[in-house]
């Protein structure tokens, strides 16, 4: 209960906030957030993740209805219409059983779009704290050309309310000198909010449907930014908290909840986007800070999104005209909060020490998106992940590891393989796991983060891990690592092969005290 509060309270200036930022009214955002966590709570398969608007998908929103007038009933109109279309894509991947396409993803691939989509959204949040018009885009170029050519026109005041906004990261006592100076700079800070209607969404139906050919392109790319950061996010926090996640089961929630948005004013929040699009909602997905924020609270149940929905509820019912005094460059400086976490300079570094071509792929994407605009950068990710990696990549090994597990039973003095075996005993609680890496010839930095997951969830467990018999470039591409992992400075090292082991630990097996616990060695596992 206390994670839905907590994450609740975050999302109500969020959601207004990335409404602003995908050219809508900040009541939009409101409605995403309301109708889809519902319908997710119900459909979808993560305990953690929170749904709703998200910074990626609302600049989508806003550059593929560039050419619309954003003040006009059209744009809200086809902004609406995208979580239907994204919401019956996504059930039908769910349905059809293509979530195995999320395996393809390289992580490199989704930390360099991240990367450059959270500089390019800072820089679209300029107008409001600069005070003059910026052109809307999703390159960097035009972007920075625009703020450079207006500073002269830039306003001050504007400015001051952003670092006021800030202030209350650097101490409590800070907060109410920004309420008061706030409430000063009212009349000069720029243009506010403005007038939020009051209530709840009503039942209606999409329009536009003539013009939804043009939309068919924007919708695969809202659908891959759903796999690349929605069911990622779940993926992450499904194996932190020990549970399995259906991919499949994943996608179709996120379809059901965004069909039913659009009914109700939302615009596409791909983790909800089938109920979303009945009730006003634009595209909905998974959001990284607010996941992360519900997991550090204790969510363990899908009761935190209903949670969540009931605070949204309740302010639409009670709290909207609270709203109308507040300037927009308090909504940007929300945005620009929430997307500097995503500046993933670190997983760079860590790439270059580890895995020149990761590095090299991080890189081209990064600059893609950058340069070529948010919508390329989706692209080249994707088609790397699911068309050019699996022409490279041996997958059938990569991503459907069969795993050996070898023990010494009680009665034998030899080593068998136990997955014919009728007489083995069960395993009662395993204690140490030692990774045989000979067969290991390479490892790149999905195979690190592969390791460091592993080695998490294990610890979490409080079972020892170690590895054995590593080749040597596995081990160079290890210890370069060294400094980004916490598996490499407090594991347990070993050089202990299968027959070492066996003459290690049979006396302990074997002898009449013991417990039947069998010790397993782990030939491979994939984490994808």
Not at 222 to 242: D, F, H, P, Q, R
């Amino acid at each position: 209960m206390v994670s839905g509060i907590t994450v609740g309270i975050m999302l109500v200036p969020q959601s207004m906030s990335y409404a602003k930022l995908a050219g809508l009214q900040p009541i939009y955002g409101l409605y995403t957030g309301l109708v889809p966590i519902f319908v997710y709570a119900i459909f979808g398969s993560s305990r953690q993740l929170a749904v709703g608007p998200v910074a990626l998908v609302s600049l989508l929103v806003s550059n593929v209805l560039a050419d619309v007038d954003s003040s006009g009933e059209l744009y809200t109109e086809l902004a609406i219409l995208l979580p239907l279309m994204v919401g019956i894509l996504e059930c039908t991947m769910g349905l059809l059983r293509l979530g195995w396409l999320t395996r393809f993803i390289s992580h490199s691939v989704i930390s360099g779009f991240t990367t450059a989509s959270a500089i390019v959204i800072a820089l679209s949040q300029a107008k409001y704290f600069l005070g003059y018009s910026v052109v809307r885009s999703s390159e960097i170029i035009p972007l920075v050309k625009s703020i450079i050519s207006g500073a002269d026109k830039r306003e001050q005041f504007s400015l001051f309310v952003l670092l006021l906004f800030w202030i209350h990261q650097i101490d409590f006592h800070y907060c109410i000198l920004r309420m008061k100076v706030w409430i000063f700079l009212l009349p000069v800070s720029g243009y506010l909010v403005g007038n939020i209607p009051q209530g709840l969404p009503s039942f209606s139906i999409p329009k536009e449907f003539g013009l939804a050919k043009s939309l068919i392109s924007t919708t695969f790319l809202i659908t891959g930014v759903a796999i690349l950061e929605s069911v990622g996010i779940a993926k992450a926090l499904a194996a932190k908290n020990g549970y399995e996640l259906d991919s499949n089961q994943e996608l179709f929630g996120l379809g059901v909840a965004n069909i039913f948005g659009s009914f109700f004013s939302a615009y596409p929040a791909t983790v909800a986007n089938i109920f979303g699009s009945f009730f006003s909602a634009y595209p909905a997905t998974g959001s990284f800070s607010r996941s992360a924020v519900n997991n550090e609270s204790g969510a363990k149940t899908g009761l935190s999104g209903i949670i969540m929905g009931i605070i949204i509820c309740s302010t639409l019912l009670f709290m909207t005209p609270l709203f109308e005094y507040i300037p927009q460059c308090a909504l940007a400086a929300i945005v620009i909060s929430a997307v500097i976490g995503l500046v993933d300079y670190e997983e760079a570094m860590f790439l270059w020490r580890v895995d020149k071509k990761d590095f090299f792929l991080w890189t081209v994407t990064s600059a893609t998106t950058l340069f070529f605009g948010v919508e390329i950068g989706v692209l080249v990710g994707l088609c790397w992940g699911g068309f050019l990696a699996p022409l490279f990549i041996e997958t059938s090994n990569s991503t459907q590891k069969h795993i050996h597990t070898m023990g010494l039973l009680r009665e034998y003095e030899i080593s068998l393989d136990q997955s014919g075996s009728k007489r083995g005993p069960e395993v009662e609680r395993i204690r140490f796991v030692i990774l045989e890496m000979a067969p290991v010839t390479y490892a790149d930095s999905s195979a690190v983060q592969a390791l460091k997951e592993l080695y998490q969830e294990y610890k979490s467990r409080n079972i020892q891990t170690s590895t054995s018999s590593s080749l040597k470039a596995p081990q160079v591409t290890l210890h370069n690592s060294s400094s980004y992992l916490d598996i490499l400075k407090e594991r347990r090292k070993a050089d202990l092969t299968a027959d070492e082991m066996e003459s290690s630990e049979r006396e302990r097996l074997t002898s009449k005290d013991a417990d039947p616990v069998m010790e397993p060695l782990l030939s491979g596992k994939s984490h994808k």
